[in-house]
């Protein structure tokens, strides 16, 4: 599957993975920042944003296949820097588990390396036949919105919510039912951490609830060597909520590689 993508900025690669049900523009920030100093690639991922939507379970295997495809339709055979959030994570674990040759470091943002419980995934099955049933992502955007922000985002930043909505309902019922299943199905992964061996970031909001940072701490322990930084201010969109610190702390990363 083709994949729709920004690709700016010099010096090394650093592969960006959005998170459910959103797209790439929710790296506007690091594009800007990080894009001035590296080489920032930010897929639209199968069914979001620009990428074309195909009917049925969205895996994630097949979703880190198809940026397999992306960075080499762009000839990029060197390791990449590859970092995901929450779903986008889960993405970068199936991709470096399958392919380790092609990460030269992992950031894991906001995200897990566990699978659905089995109550997570039949609720999940249940939002996708629902999302089917009324062609509607809205009890979906109406549900989920709320969860991903901090007291602070809401309070204090509104304007970085309304952003998020609109990317929410621009995703089409079949893609959200599609990722939906596919992360219903996704494999445990807590056992693949201790063979991660590349520098490892996990990056979480203080105030994430979706993937807490006790979970990000055990996450980051696991891994060897890895870094932990917990963002303030920020709940499950740590990037996009505390634009300045993750930035400042996925550079600090970044520069620690050279
Ligand atoms: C995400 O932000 O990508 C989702 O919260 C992932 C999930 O639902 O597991």
């Not at 690639?41 to 097949?62: C, F, K, N, Q, V």
């Not at 419980?117 to 109406?142: D, F, G, M, N, P």
């Not at 709320?146 to 990317?167: N, Q």
């Amino acid at each position: 599957m083709l994949l729709a993508y920004d690709d700016d900025g010099p010096g090394p690669v650093v592969v960006l993975l959005h998170g459910f049900p959103l797209n790439r523009t929710m790296w506007k920030a690091q594009q800007a920042r990080i894009g001035s100093l590296y080489r920032v690639i930010s897929p639209d991922l199968r069914g979001h944003g620009h990428t074309a939507a195909p009917y049925g379970i969205y895996t994630i295997d097949e979703m880190a296949d198809d940026v397999l495809d992306l960075l080499n339709a762009l000839q990029l055979k060197e390791p990449v820097v590859l970092g995901g959030l929450s779903m986008g994570g889960y993405i970068a674990l199936s991709l470096i588990a399958r392919h380790p040759e092609r990460v030269r470091a992992l950031m894991l943002m906001d995200t897990r390396a566990g699978a659905d419980s089995t109550e997570a995934a039949l609720a999940r099955q249940e939002l996708a036949k629902q999302v089917e049933a009324t062609r509607s992502v809205e009890h979906v955007v109406t549900t989920m919105l709320p969860k991903l922000f901090s007291e602070t985002t809401r309070s204090l930043h509104p304007d970085r919510i309304e952003p998020v909505r609109r990317m929410m309902e621009h995703t089409p019922a079949r893609t959200v039912a599609g990722a939906l299943r596919g992360m219903a199905a996704r494999p445990d992964r807590t056992n693949d951490l201790a063979r991660i061996h590349v520098p490892t970031l996990v990056l979480v909001g203080e105030d994430d609830t979706i993937t807490p940072p006790n979970e990000a701490r055990a996450m980051a322990q696991a891994i060897p060597g890895a870094q932990l930084e917990i963002i303030p201010h920020a709940g499950h969109l740590a990037p996009l909520e505390n634009p300045s610190a993750s930035n400042e702390a996925i550079l600090r990363f970044l520069s620690s590689l050279a």
